[in-house]
Structure formats: structure tokens, C-alpha cells
């Protein structure tokens, strides 16, 4: 846009792009070419007030968010970003014969620049070693992708004769092929004689990666180990390393289950990768899999699907994280969506947490009054769980609707191993307390002192009415008393005096409020 290049010195922009030609002019095709540099006119001819980053390889997806991504890294800003694929003709030695913008030709380069916050000249070895990462992942991913996609058409056909291979399980596959799942990595696990140990040769990000350790499957949680021999063909969780290609997730993973003569779990094919963004979209009753929980869910509540509850419930499911409607049981689904269908459009504040099959994630769910809302609670909340489950790290989102309600979903990666102990009713009442303002205990205190009916009446004609020099100076418990002291004040009785003692205060010292009808009193007048 015209504005980014308001405050570019013209002489500098000239000379870089001289310098950008020379670098993309001649470069060997079959290699990836990340340079880091921080332009000092002195030395380059040119300089810019940021550190400059270009990247020079072959066109492949996902290239421009992946690279957004580790330049994004630990709050670093990006501010410039051009990028541009070339269709070019190179000769032997890899000089450019002709340069084009054609879509159909066979060497298609993708010439990337982009300017970041500037960083000390020590530095940047590090970024270049994550965006390093970073491209040979993606290199990794997009290699590979055909041969995942086999390597699913394979399992699709083993699964039909597997003891588990139940009609919802095969549909789900079906779907997953459908451009519902980028994927990002693949490896098989056997399980024999107790050990769990990889098998095979991994794909994708998985095959630059380290090989999973051999572990005992009897040494594994009972609830890992109960996942891990279920008798269901498919598998649902997520991985505990971010994915550095697409979006700055944890992967997703769908494990496809092996099974012996007898029916027994003995291994596991699993794949990594991402669901579509048009997956979050799609009504979640048109997914395998899901729809059958949510079917169940419905049937189990006893709601009527006609009436108002099961109206809600269906609107619920129909909303609820999508990424925990895959992995969550149909039993705890059931447990938590009447608990939240309950809960409908009330003032009130409810966790729901659950923890992950393997021990590397904890979700929690947190339904608060919408406006209690803002930048500043959802930071408390997250502060508060990041010590209740000593958490390495923690991703939220929020879902607001036309309800008084929301949702904030966090996503709590903890320690591998570590114990989860927490008390929902103690979180639920931290929360309230972190994030509970004023105006809204002066609604409780109002309701306390003057039972529901008046008590509404007054939280409309007082909830506003206190200024914030008040607001500072006296809880909200003494408002409602002050209110009813307000509320004596008539035009026969105009004035009202009240002495009263704090419990911090010295034994012969009183305080005095004085309430009056009408426009201010001075204090000379009173005495």
C-alpha cells in the first residue's frame, strides 16, 4: 500500500532492490537461501532501521504464513513484507536466461522479503536457525504429502477388514482424505511384550524429527494406558509440540488402531496435522464421528429436541470447540453440555476442565457474565490457571454470542507427567473474585440488604448513580447501606445523619455521613 511507503527513504529502496536482484539473480534452484542481515549504509550502500530478512526457494504452500510465523516469534513485529513468485529460466550455473509471471511453468521461485524489529547483530544467527526450521519442515510436509495421502488410502483399506472398522469409523477416514486435514507428519507405533516402541519409516515433520523413545506401556498412566487399548479404531488427540508450518498450533492427531486375531490393540498408525479452516465452519452433525456423539448426547439428556432445553443443547453442541468434540468422551460431553444447557443465560460463573489422554494438555471451559468481560479478566483467568496446573504454556479463545453469556476456551499444556489436582468450586470462586467489579457486587450487596424484588428495583436506580471517587473510597456493602439511608430522605425529612465506627478505627473515634435532599449542603451550614 501506498501509506507503507510514506515514511522509506526512495535512495534506500532503490539501492535495496539493486541488492535484492543480485542475491535472487544467481542461486542454485535445488537449495533454500535464507540471509539475515542489518543494512548499515557504511558497509552496504543502503540501510533500513529494522533487520532485513530474504528468502529465496522453490514455490511451495504455506510458505508466507509459515515464515509470518517465525518472524512473529517471542512478539517480534514484521513491519514490511513482500513477497512475489517468479516462473525463471536458469542456466547451468544457475544465473537467470528469463523471468516470467506464468502459472503453468514447470520452476516456479518464490522471492520473499520481509523487515522485522531490529535485532543485535548477535541474534541473528537464532532467526536464521528458526526460519531454518521452519522451511525444512514445511520441506518435509509438502515432500511428503503425497505419500501421506497413500499412506491413508492404505490404512482406509486395511480398516475394512479390521474387528473395529464400524461404519461411522470408515466415513470418518473417508472425510479426513476430503481436504478436511493438512497434513503434517506420520509414523506407526507397535506395541508387543509391554514396550511401545516406533516402527517404520516416519513422513512428514516427523522424519526430521527425533524418533519417539521406547517406553513400558505398563509405566504409562492407567488413563493413557486405557486410551491407548481401547477397542475403537480411531484415536483422537493432540501433539505437545507446536506446528511451525500453517498455523501456530498443536497439531492435531488421528491415530488408526491395529488389531490382532483376538481383537486385541497391537499398534497404531497415527497422523499429524491440522483440520481446515472450512472444518470449523461446517455444521459439526455433517462430521463422522462427531455427529454420532452429539446424536447420543441428545438422546441421553432426555430433553426434548423440540422444547426450549433441547433447543439450547442443540445450539451448544453445535457450537462447542470443535477440536474437544473430536477428542472428549460421549459420557463427559453428555456431563458437561446438560451442566452448561442448565446454566443458560444465567449471571453466574462455571468451569469445566478436562484432561487430555496423554497428561500433556488440560482444557478448560469458563462460561462468565459477558459483561464482566475485557482484556484485563481474561489475563487474570489465564494467570490463575497458568499456577493452579503449573502450566508451560496456554492458548485461549473466545465465543461470543447474543447471549448474556460467553465461552472462553483455554488450551493448557502442562509438564509431561505432572499430577492435575484442582477443585472446580475453589476455581470458580478465584474467578469471581478476579475479575467480580463494583457495580456488580452493589448488585449482590442490594439484593442481601433488600430482598430480591427491591433490591432489582435499586440495582436500575443506584447501580450507575456512584461516582468514582465513591466507588474508591467505600465497598460496595457500604453503598447499600448508604442506599438505605437514601431511601429514608422525603421531602418532610429532608436530612439524615448516621454516625458509625470501622472496625480498624480507634476506640474513640466516630465517623459521620451526612445524607441530604436536594443540591449540596456546605459544611458551615451543618454546623
Not at 541473528?124 to 488410502?153: C, H, N, P, W, Y
Not at 472462553?408 to 469471581?432: A, C, H, M, N, W
Request: with cysteine; aromatic share 8%.
Amino acid at each position: 500500500a501506498a501509506a507503507d511507503l510514506e515514511d522509506r527513504s526512495a535512495d534506500d529502496d532503490a539501492s535495496l532492490t539493486i541488492d535484492t536482484w543480485k542475491r535472487f539473480q544467481r542461486r542454485n534452484v535445488d537449495e533454500i537461501q535464507i540471509q539475515v542481515a542489518n543494512p548499515v549504509h557504511a558497509r552496504d550502500g543502503w540501510q533500513s532501521k529494522h533487520t532485513a530478512v530474504w528468502i529465496m526457494t522453490r514455490d511451495m504452500p504455506f510458505v508466507v504464513d509459515s515464515v509470518l510465523m517465525a518472524l512473529s516469534h517471542n512478539g517480534q513485529v514484521t513491519h514490511h513484507l513482500n513477497n512475489v513468485v517468479f516462473s525463471v529460466d536458469r542456466a547451468e550455473d544457475g544465473s537467470i536466461e528469463a523471468l516470467s509471471r506464468s502459472l503453468d511453468h514447470p520452476n516456479r521461485e518464490l522471492l520473499l522479503y520481509a523487515e522485522v524489529d531490529r535485532m543485535a547483530d548477535a541474534d541473528l544467527a537464532d532467526l536464521e536457525s528458526r526460519l531454518q526450521a521452519t522451511i525444512r519442515d514445511l520441506e518435509a510436509v509438502v515432500g511428503d504429502f503425497g505419500a501421506m495421502k497413500a499412506k491413508l488410502a492404505e490404512l482406509q483399506a486395511l480398516a475394512q477388514a479390521s474387528p473395529a472398522g464400524d461404519e461411522e469409523s470408515l466415513a470418518f477416514l473417508d472425510w479426513l482424505a476430503a481436504d478436511n486435514f493438512t497434513f503434517l507428519g506420520f509414523r506407526s507405533f507397535e506395541y508387543s511384550g509391554d514396550r511401545i516402541r516406533q516402527t517404520g519409516d516416519p513422513l512428514g515433520i516427523l522424519r526430521v524429527r527425533n524418533r519417539a523413545s521406547e517406553r513400558k506401556l505398563s509405566e504409562q498412566p492407567a488413563r493413557t494406558q486405557a486410551f491407548l487399548l481401547d477397542p475403537s479404531l480411531l484415536a483422537f488427540s493432540k501433539s505437545g509440540t507446536r506446528s511451525r508450518v500453517h498455523r501456530p498450533a498443536y497439531p492435531d492427531y488421528v491415530g488408526i488402531k491395529r488389531f490382532d486375531a483376538d481383537g486385541n490393540v497391537v499398534g497404531e498408525d497415527g497422523f499429524l496435522g491440522l483440520y481446515t479452516s472450512r472444518v470449523y465452519r461446517q455444521d459439526a452433525s455433517d462430521i463422522p464421528v462427531v455427529r454420532n456423539k452429539i446424536a447420543e448426547v441428545m438422546s441421553q439428556s432426555r430433553f426434548d429436541p423440540a422444547g426450549f432445553d433441547g433447543k439450547v443443547l442443540a445450539h451448544l453442541l453445535a457450537t462447542y470447540p470443535r477440536d474437544e468434540l473430536f477428542q472428549i468422551g460421549t459420557e463427559e460431553l453428555l456431563q458437561s453440555a446438560v451442566a452448561i444447557t442448565n446454566i443458560h443465560e444465567r449471571r453466574i460463573i462455571r468451569v469445566f476442565a478436562r484432561e487430555e489422554s496423554y497428561g500433556l494438555f488440560v482444557n478448560c471451559l469458563v462460561y462468565l457474565p459477558r459483561d464482566l468481560y475485557n482484556t484485563h479478566a481474561r489475563i487474570k483467568i489465564e494467570e490463575l490457571f497458568r499456577q493452579t496446573f503449573d502450566a508451560e504454556d496456554l492458548d485461549y479463545d473466545i465465543h461470543l454470542s447474543e447471549s448474556i453469556q460467553l465461552r472462553l476456551q483455554y488450551t493448557i499444556r502442562i509438564k509431561p507427567g505432572s499430577e492435575v489436582v484442582f477443585d472446580r468450586e475453589t476455581l470458580e470462586r478465584r474467578i469471581s473474585e478476579l475479575i467480580s467489579d463494583w457495580r456488580s457486587e452493589l448488585g449482590q450487596a442490594l439484593l442481601s440488604a433488600f430482598g430480591e424484588a427491591r433490591g432489582r428495583k435499586h440495582q436500575r436506580e443506584y447501580g450507575d448513580a456512584f461516582p468514582a471517587g465513591y466507588r474508591e473510597g467505600y465497598s460496595p456493602r457500604a453503598a447499600a447501606d448508604d442506599v438505605a439511608s437514601i431511601e429514608q430522605l422525603s421531602a418532610e425529612h429532608p436530612l439524615l445523619t448516621r454516625f458509625y465506627h470501622l472496625p480498624e478505627d480507634e476506640d474513640d473515634r466516630q465517623r459521620l455521613k451526612v445524607f441530604h435532599l436536594g443540591g449540596p449542603v456546605s459544611l458551615s451550614d451543618l454546623v
